[in-house]
């Protein structure tokens, strides 16, 4: 593998830095672990760094010019995704240009694209996905959820859950059953869902890192126009498990993680007594340091593979496992390192580093979770990645 970067895509990073050094305020770092403290700053922030963005057509830089991206190559996609990351970056493209966009690219019809894609790329739809549902996480193929054509329309009964963002979204990527009587795999279908549908309900989640962001979405008698079917009827497993692919994959962990590192080092040089009070707290740093730069390489395989036209599979697993448990170890060592008072949130005065790792460590436990386990990871690499039975 070839890991440089070319003279345009290391001027593109720097543009892209001097663009985040003139949106975000200096002690961005800080404020940006605060939960509900901020909040509504937060999202203002959001909204102008997000405009910024669509007007030098950055939110969705690898599309077709004509649906509002520069058709830039996807390491310089990843490039924006790592430095975003780093340095906490409110807004962004979300699910929309993440994987809502591109999966109506490879499946959508030529309505479909004009119709939604630049309105994605100028920020102005908010994505959330409805796949799980509470008798179909892992095995997704088993949801019940039902789309039941009815002259131009498909009639929609269901429930969904885990829906991130959907208190915020005005538009939902929804995964339903259209035949019941094929075999599981083939009887699903995707569809665009207009959140404000009659018969939608977002209900709030609680989880405990205090997000906010997870929903139950129930669909009662939900009619949605035959023109937003996604692909061919019935073929929406397979477009799911592609479309699944690219939520896996990401620099994100690995440039989030280098930036928590980086404070805890700081931390630990700054309180001698992190390091003398916990002999193996300067093994514990460096292993985690080591961790994080070989994650990188393990995430940035992936755009590598998809600029050579092809379609990472099992990769974008071994991306996902690899920076989700190292987000948890990261966490876990922070953790360890600041002691009791790194349990603190950052409500308390006693809190340590503003309570950014209590935060981390509540917040990475999901990380494990969503886009499929750990387990299901494992089961994918050792399937398509190392040609083992199924389990
Ligand atoms: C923070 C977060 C955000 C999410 N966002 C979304 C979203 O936006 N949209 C959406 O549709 N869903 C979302 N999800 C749902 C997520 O995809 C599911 O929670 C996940 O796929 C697991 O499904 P489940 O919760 O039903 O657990 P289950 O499938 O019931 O699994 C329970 C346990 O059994 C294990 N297990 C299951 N099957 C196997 C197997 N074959 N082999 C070995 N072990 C197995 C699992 O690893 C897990 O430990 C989100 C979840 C979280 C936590």
Known sequence: MDFSFTPDEERFREELK???AGQL??????RDFVGEVGKDERAELARVVNGGLADRRWLALPWAEEYGGLAAGQLQQAIFNEESTYARMPGGGGQGVAWVGPAIQQFGSQEQQALWLPRIARGEDTWSTLYTEPGAGSDLASIQTRAERQGDEYVVNGTKIFAAGAQDANMGWLAARTDPSAP???GISTFVLPM??????VRPLEDMAGQGNLNEVSLENVRIPARNLVGAENRGWYQVAETLNLERSGIGPMAAGKRNLERLVAAARDEASMISRNPTARYELADRWIEMQVGYNVAYRVPLLQQDGLTPN???SVSKLYGSELTQRIAQTGMRLLGPAGQLDA???YAKMGGAFSRLYLEATAATITAGTSEVQRNLIAQKGLGLPRG
Do not use: I, N
């Not at 305020?25 to 800080?30: A, I, K, R, V």
């Open 184 to 186: 599981k795999h083939r």
């Open 196 to 201: 404000d549908a009659p018969g939608v309900t």
């Open 314 to 316: 099992h990769e974008a």
């Open 18 to 20: 001097a663009f985040l």
């Open 25 to 30: 305020p200096e002690d961005w770092d800080f």
């Open 347 to 349: 409500g308390s005065a």
